[in-house]
């Protein structure tokens, strides 16, 4: 069975400063890894993800994350914190044979002090 | 960029009644899913729908819940007798193969049983 560890439920970071959300997976094959962001009141808006190819994937808002298997990690990164990142973060897992369910992680809730 | 719509936004109901919760998910996706966030905790599978057939559904997915594509557009998730424990934030997602298995949210509705 899969599952994701997102540790720490509330990252606080200042304004400018660096954002690392951290996840690790456990799968008993390569899995596909996801990141979603859902802001208050919002559904869930996805970040960015990888499948298969480059383990350094970017995506929206300035976010990346690096896929290292050997660690089973997936963190998530963006250099300079904004006050609009303030939201909740979900990693998820899902079986490398596409369209099947998405398994998610608790999330960490990030803020952002000015 | 073309959405997922769920309504209502906020349901409230009293325990023992029966819920409809209706999506219309992206109209050339043909995966639907259904799923749910209890305040609090993180988002959990209920079940896939693909070619007009559940194609995958959690523990969670008990005889009291029933998914329904009612015409070409909807994607329907019932609650035949509500508990107070099915108060949550219900997410419709849909996919497409094409779309490399990221999936789009709704905004989810917020189901409160009293």
């Known amino acids: 069975a899969q599952s994701v560890t997102q540790l720490g439920s509330h990252v606080s970071v200042s304004e400018g400063a660096l954002v690392l959300l951290r996840c690790n997976y456990s799968?008993?094959?390569?899995?596909?890894l996801f990141w979603y962001v859902q802001y208050p009141n919002q559904g869930l808006q996805l970040l960015l993800k990888?499948?298969?190819?480059?383990?350094l994937v970017k995506g929206i808002n300035g976010f990346e994350a690096e896929f290292k298997k050997s660690e089973t990690s997936f963190h998530l990164t963006k250099p300079s914190a904004h006050m609009s990142d303030a939201a909740e973060y979900f990693c998820?897992?899902?079986?490398?044979?596409?369209?099947?369910?998405?398994?998610f992680g608790k999330g960490t809730r990030l803020s952002v002090i000015a | 960029e073309p959405e997922v719509t769920q309504t209502p936004s906020h349901q409230v109901t009293q325990m023992g009644q029966e819920v409809i919760l209706r999506c219309v998910p992206i109209?050339?996706?043909?995966?639907f899913y259904w799923y749910r966030q209890i305040l609090g905790q993180k988002v959990e599978f209920l079940v896939s729908?693909?070619?007009?057939?559940?194609?995958?559904k959690s523990e969670i997915f008990d005889d009291q819940f029933s998914v329904e594509r009612p015409d070409g557009s909807n994607f329907t998730l019932k609650i035949r007798s509500t508990k107070l424990e099915d108060s949550a934030m219900y997410f419709c997602?849909?996919?497409?193969?094409?779309?490399?298995?990221?999936?789009?949210f709704g905004s989810g509705t917020r189901l409160t049983v009293v």
């Open positions: 997602a849909s996919s497409d193969r094409t779309e490399n298995y990221g999936y789009t």
């Open positions: 799968s008993s094959v390569p899995p596909y």
């Open positions: 990888y499948t298969t190819g480059a383990t």
């Open positions: 998820a897992v899902m079986r490398n044979s596409g369209n099947t369910p998405l398994v």
């Open positions: 109209s050339n996706h043909l995966y």
């Open positions: 729908f693909y070619n007009n057939e559940i194609s995958e």
